[in-house]
């Protein structure tokens, strides 16, 4: 069982950065992959970005590249998000996640979950 763990979150202004970080604990393996999701009041879930250990591949949703960065250090098994220039719709729940195999978009397609962890930016 693989459990992970946010951090980093909070209020910030728009236009200002924050760091997320993700510790994961268990049976993780090089055939993972780590994400991040968000999901705001009202809103599903959206995907975030992704990154796969083996390959180091990363994704991003359109909404956020060029503004945040995803990277990991597999041997803190640690994955971060590092999110710049945020605005009020970055606001939301933030989840870390993982699953094996190769990164994916779909939320359904991971099979572990943080407890999630607030980005709240003021205008």
């Known amino acids: 069982q693989v459990q992970l763990v946010e951090s980093g979150g909070g209020l910030v202004q728009a236009g200002g950065s924050l760091r997320l970080s993700c510790a994961a604990s268990?049976?993780?393996?090089?055939?993972?992959?780590m994400g991040w999701f968000r999901q705001a009041p009202g809103k599903e879930r959206e995907f975030v970005a992704t990154?796969?250990?083996?390959?180091?591949?990363?994704r991003y949703a359109a909404s956020v590249k060029g503004r945040c960065t995803i990277s990991g250090d597999s041997a803190k098994n640690t994955v971060y998000l590092q999110m710049n220039s945020l605005n009020p719709e970055d606001t939301a729940v933030y989840y870390c996640?993982?699953?094996?195999?190769?990164?994916?978009?779909?939320?359904?397609?991971?099979?572990?979950w943080g407890q999630g962890t607030q980005i709240t930016v003021s205008s």
């Open positions: 996640t993982a699953r094996r195999g190769a990164g994916s978009s779909w939320w359904n397609e991971y099979d572990y």
């Open positions: 268990g049976c993780t393996s090089s055939n993972t992959a």
């Open positions: 990154i796969s250990w083996n390959s180091g591949i990363t």
